[in-house]
């Protein structure tokens, strides 16, 4: 059982993906990482003696502090953040206990270079649909949450990667786009390694909905629908990609949690 200020790693698999997650921080020593250089999705790292200089932009959030086991350092750091004003905790067995139950991890080496924000810096095609809008979601829930995306004429995507140092996605001739009949979002969890069955069902959806598939998912249709209706909707295509935030949280959710309910009153499982 978890003490006092820690959380077990059940509680926060349950978290990430969500809008709900806190800020994740590993603080584990560097050769403690090279041995497995993997992240908890959506964590960034941090060396532990600095963590102190997060203090301000954390003051009242919610963070989970992991090191290797959860132990010195992981307890040393939150009590700072602690002290400055954070909701701190630490991750009950620390990295090694997350590893151990066979959650998904992220392969550190796959995650962009960052800007002087420590920002990972995005850009493709402007007036996205479906996939254009399910990878910068699938990218702020589970590989960065402070991403930046840059939407820009097609003819200046490359152009625009080169100069500002992004990287380019759902074009083609680039790494992260489609491959085969799998399109961007399937080739984002692949090489992340964040496969799991609910996003894994999830991309099924957007697989069938971006490429015209609809008999690979029933509910593709309604994706369809509903991203054609908020490119109508806004102009602006960040407002779009905030608006599609909660689209494919939403879905997120029921690939998760509630696909075999019905809608019968009271609800009821479709299982017998």
Same mark, same amino acid.
């Given at each position: 059982?978890?003490?006092?200020?820690?959380?077990?790693?059940?509680?926060?698999?349950?978290?990430?993906?969500?809008?709900?997650?806190?800020?994740?921080?590993?603080?584990?020593?560097?050769?403690?990482?090279?041995?497995?250089?993997?992240?908890?999705?959506?964590?960034?790292?941090?060396?532990? &003696?600095?963590?102190?200089?997060?203090?301000?932009?954390?003051?009242?959030?919610?963070?989970?502090?992991?090191?290797?086991?959860?132990?010195?350092?992981?307890?040393?750091?939150?009590?700072?953040?602690?002290?400055?004003?954070?909701?701190?905790?630490?991750?009950?067995?620390?990295?090694?206990?997350?590893?151990? &139950?066979?959650?998904?991890?992220?392969?550190?080496?796959?995650?962009?270079?960052?800007?002087?924000?420590?920002?990972?810096?995005?850009?493709?095609?402007?007036?996205?649909?479906?996939?254009?809008?399910?990878?910068?979601?699938?990218?702020?829930?589970?590989?960065?949450?402070?991403?930046?995306?840059?939407?820009?004429?097609?003819?200046?995507?490359?152009?625009?990667?080169?100069?500002?140092?992004?990287?380019?996605?759902?074009?083609?001739?680039?790494?992260?786009?489609?491959?085969?009949?799998?399109?961007?979002?399937?080739?984002?969890?692949?090489?992340?390694?964040?496969?799991?069955?609910?996003?894994?069902?999830?991309?099924?959806?957007?697989? &069938?909905?971006?490429?015209?598939?609809?008999?690979?998912?029933?509910?593709?249709?309604?994706?369809?629908?509903?991203?054609?209706?908020?490119?109508?909707?806004?102009?602006?295509?960040? &407002?779009?990609?905030?608006?599609?935030?909660?689209?494919?949280?939403?879905?997120?959710?029921?690939?998760?949690?509630?696909?075999?309910?019905?809608?019968?009153?009271?609800?009821?499982?479709?299982?017998?």
């Amino acid at each position: 059982m978890a003490s006092y200020n820690e959380i077990p790693v059940s509680t926060l698999a349950r978290l990430i993906g969500t809008p709900d997650c806190p800020v994740i921080l590993d603080v584990r020593i560097d050769e403690d990482f090279d041995a497995d250089p993997h992240l908890i999705p959506s964590a960034r790292r941090h060396p532990f &003696a600095e963590v102190s200089d997060l203090a301000d932009d954390l003051v009242g959030r919610s963070v989970i502090v992991s090191c290797q086991k959860g132990l010195k350092l992981s307890q040393g750091a939150a009590a700072i953040l602690r002290s400055a004003g954070a909701k701190a905790e630490v991750l009950e067995g620390g990295h090694i206990a997350w590893r151990d &139950a066979a959650l998904p991890m992220v392969v550190a080496e796959r995650i962009p270079p960052t800007d002087t924000r420590g920002r990972s810096v995005w850009v493709t095609r402007h007036r996205p649909k479906i996939d254009r809008i399910a990878c910068p979601w699938l990218i702020r829930r589970f590989i960065d949450p402070h991403a930046q995306f840059l939407f820009v004429a097609a003819s200046q995507v490359g152009n625009v990667a080169e100069r500002f140092n992004a990287t380019p996605f759902d074009i083609e001739g680039v790494f992260w786009s489609h491959r085969g009949d799998k399109c961007t979002f399937d080739t984002m969890i692949e090489e992340f390694g964040i496969s799991h069955e609910a996003l894994d069902r999830l991309a099924t959806i957007v697989r &069938a909905a971006d490429t015209n598939t609809h008999d690979l998912a029933p509910e593709a249709a309604g994706l369809l629908a509903a991203s054609l209706g908020l490119s109508r909707m806004y102009r602006d295509d960040l &407002a779009q990609l905030d608006a599609g935030m909660l689209l494919y949280d939403a879905f997120y959710r029921w690939a998760r949690d509630a696909m075999d309910e019905g809608h019968d009153w009271p609800a009821t499982s479709k299982k017998t």
